[in-house]
């Protein structure tokens, strides 16, 4: 069975900091996928990774995944207030299937 | 170009119940998949439809069921509810052979409340 675990769960961050939100995963997988959720709302897709060294960069967040490691990770750079959200990774095992998610990293960015 | 739409937006039942949730994929996708974000149990996929065929399904009981339609799309049955299905439903749309991947677009998603 696939497991997939994020961490932190909770980060709570000073604006103009940067932080980093880990996702392992337990089987082999060569499809990951980073999802936003504001509250009440619904995903909205990030990045979509493919193979291993895979880096994408959308403004101040970059995305990275190792497949050897079974690893990704979320970098988030001198952060500011817009990105408080959840943020999710998610696993597609044989690339049909339904997503197999994390629990969410809930993180909030203070002044 | 629309993107998922699902009704209804929210949806009140009693336990014993049964509830309906629709979902309209985004033109040109032909599977669907069904997601179920229960308060502390995260994001766990519940179905996955696509050409009007079930292809999979998560660890949900048979009283979670649905079916797709010659346009793509869905229904999502719950039958005999309880106090425990409450929970955001999302419903997410991808086109399988339209890329190497499969990445899925979501909708808004249906809130069900089950007192």
């Known amino acids: 069975e696939l497991k997939v675990e994020q961490n932190p769960l909770f980060l709570s961050m000073q604006e103009g900091k940067n932080y980093t939100i880990y996702c392992n995963y337990s089987?082999?997988?060569?499809?990951l996928y980073w999802y936003r959720q504001d509250p009440g709302k619904s995903l909205e897709s990030l990045f979509v990774l493919l193979s291993n060294g895979a880096v994408k960069q959308e403004g101040r967040l970059m995305a990275s995944l190792d497949t050897k490691a079974r690893l990704s990770t979320l970098h988030i750079t001198a952060a500011v207030h817009d990105l408080s959200a959840t943020y999710f990774c998610?696993?597609?095992?044989?690339?049909?299937?339904?997503?197999?998610f994390g629990k969410g990293t809930h993180l909030i960015i203070q002044p | 170009e629309a993107g998922v739409t699902q009704s209804p937006t929210h949806l009140i039942k009693t336990r014993g119940q049964q509830a309906t949730l629709r979902c309209s994929p985004i033109?040109?996708?032909?599977?669907v998949y069904w997601y179920q974000q229960a308060l502390g149990l995260g994001l766990q996929f519940l179905l996955w439809?696509?050409?009007?065929?079930?292809?999979n399904r998560g660890n949900f009981p048979p009283r979670f069921s649905g079916r797709q339609f010659p346009n793509y799309s869905s229904e999502l049955n719950v039958n005999a509810l309880e106090l425990e299905d409450s929970a955001l439903y999302l419903c997410a749309s991808s086109h399988p052979w339209e890329s190497s991947y499969n990445e899925q677009f979501f909708g808004p998603g249906t809130r069900l409340t089950v007192l």
């Open positions: 998610a696993v597609d095992m044989s690339g049909s299937d339904g997503l197999t």
């Open positions: 033109s040109g996708h032909t599977s």
């Open positions: 439809y696509d050409e009007g065929e079930e292809r």
């Open positions: 089987t082999t997988s060569d499809r």
